[in-house]
């Protein structure tokens, strides 16, 4: 499986320029699906496909950071060139410039025809400015008694509401959202028909700080706002999780669904077990971006193997820095090798394939044009290519502990190994080195019948080949000696 990312927006935009007549979702070039299919992409985000509205974009135009943000990212950005955060849903329709329902289900169609599956957007805290409910179902909402910070004003058929603006509890509220409520039973109803609409319409969700909704952490960032009109759930003095409830609920009518969940906090391993398939390894996002092989090596032995087989590993998502911007391509090389080797769900975004530096923000449907990196390009073209005709990703797959080299050599602890094997007795090791400096380990090689026969190694990403004794390597291990940012591919067959 790899995910890929596309900001759909800026990514119709540019497509639209190329080809000199508007491109939708309805008619995206026969090309580009064979490209996704040439790359092995199994999983595709269309990250900001949902309708947004005038009181979103007004509050993105109005704010002094984001207008200094789309400078940064856009020299000769223009107001009409921002369209609101696309995590500020007015509707969850598809705008018809993005090419409408129809476009949207006509590009599923052509996905699906390559065996690649579609993930859109659900967004579960929050609704934006624009949308229906803020006037006609108020209640569904957070409410304060009267004027605040962080509330606004909405006119309803019952008069003036104040409804809370949605929240992260470490940060201020997005003035252009209003909070959901999810200790009103109405809410969560209310939610799992519209998650239930979305999955009729695509094969997966990534869903927006899916930790801020469990009831915990509902509870906590609401306490001090008091429910109006009545209580969470008759008989209930704390309400069920949403997640449990509205995953099974999409799970009976689409038995294959896939739920991505953003997700910090260590909340990862229990959105897991309410039921999302894979949550954000954020942890390992940010201490590969440090180039900390250490604190890499201990933060994958520290989860637990289901655990790690249920993360999204990512160098870069819309929400982070470019890793071009932090890494050379020799740096990068081991890091991209890792993420997508782990068990779990590799995961790139648009432009890091082409060494894209500017992180842009989702409020801008335009984006400027950066040179491609060579480099960068044969890095991935390299990596997705041959990634497909090995074991990884498929049978069983594991990380193997280094074993130091000797007395006094620490190094060992920069070495990442992950086992992969699908056709025995053939199986594949991946070895990186996240350090600038050579490292050595011996790897303790984990196949049923090791020593019964000699072996030969092959790197697949480079010239090296070895004959290895299967005695030696159960009895002592691997030896490797991995040059700085070393990332190799090394496939083991019986050496006849």
């Not at 609704?127 to 509330?151: C, E, I, K, M």
């Not at 509870?219 to 069920?240: K, L």
């Not at 984006?367 to 990703?393: C, H, M, N």
Request: glycine share 8%; charged share 20%; with cysteine.
């Amino acid at each position: 499986m790899v995910l890929y990312e596309i900001n759909t927006r800026c990514w119709l935009h540019e497509l639209t320029g190329m080809h000199g007549h508007p491109v939708t979702l309805a008619d995206v070039p026969e090309e580009v699906f064979e490209q996704w299919g040439r790359l092995g992409i199994t999983h595709l985000w269309l990250m900001g496909v949902w309708t947004t509205g005038p009181l979103g974009r007004a509050q993105a135009l109005c704010s002094r950071g984001l207008r200094q943000a789309y400078a940064a990212a856009l020299p000769d950005w223009r107001e009409e060139d921002v369209v609101g955060s696309p995590y500020a849903i007015a509707d969850y329709q598809i705008p018809l410039p993005l090419g409408g329902e129809e476009g949207l289900k006509q590009f599923r169609a052509k996905l699906n025809a390559r065996g690649i599956k579609l993930l859109l957007d659900f967004v579960p805290n929050h609704v934006g400015l624009d949308h229906r409910w803020a006037a006609q179902q108020p209640d569904l909402f957070v409410q304060d008694s009267n004027q605040a910070p962080g509330v606004f004003a909405q006119q309803t058929d019952a008069g003036v509401r104040w409804l809370a603006h949605g929240k992260d509890p470490s940060f201020g509220p997005w003035t252009d959202t209003i909070q959901l409520d999810y200790r009103r039973a109405g809410t969560r109803a209310a939610m799992i028909e519209l998650l239930l609409s979305v999955a009729d319409r695509c094969d997966g969700v990534r869903c927006d700080m899916a930790m801020l909704v469990l009831s915990d952490v509902f509870a906590r960032s609401w306490e001090n706002y008091p429910m109006h009109n009545g209580q969470a759930s008759a008989g209930q003095s704390s309400p069920p999780e949403f997640w449990s409830e509205a995953i099974a609920a999409v799970k009976r009518a689409h038995p294959q669904f896939l739920f991505l969940a953003e997700a910090y906090w260590g909340m990862e391993p229990r959105l897991q077990s309410l039921g999302f398939d894979f949550t954000y390894d954020k942890a390992l996002f940010d201490k590969l971006g440090a180039q900390d092989g250490a604190g890499v090596q201990e933060h994958l032995f520290r989860l637990a193997p289901e655990v790690l087989a249920a993360g999204a590993h990512f160098l870069e998502n819309h929400d982070e820095p470019r890793i071009a911007a932090a890494l050379s391509p020799s740096e990068q090389r081991p890091a991209a090798l890792l993420i997508l080797s782990l068990p779990g769900l590799p995961f790139l975004h648009e432009g890091q394939l082409s060494g894209a530096r500017r992180r842009l923000p989702v409020q801008l449907a335009r984006r400027a044009a950066e040179p491609k990196e060579p480099e960068v390009e044969r890095l991935y073209e390299q990596l997705l290519t041959t990634l497909p005709a090995t074991a990884v990703g498929r049978g069983t797959g594991r990380l193997l502990r280094p074993r130091t080299a000797w007395a006094g050599n620490p190094t060992a602890q920069n070495i990442q190994l992950v086992q992969w094997q699908a056709s025995p007795p053939d199986f594949d090791l991946v070895a990186v080195n996240l350090a600038p400096h050579r490292s050595q380990c011996y790897a303790p090689l984990v196949i049923p019948e090791l020593a019964l026969r000699p072996w030969l190694m092959k790197d697949l990403l480079g010239p090296e080949q070895y004959r290895r004794l299967g005695e030696d390597l159960q009895n002592q291990g691997l030896y490797l000696d991995l040059a700085p940012h070393a990332a190799q591919l090394f496939h083991f067959q019986p050496d006849q």
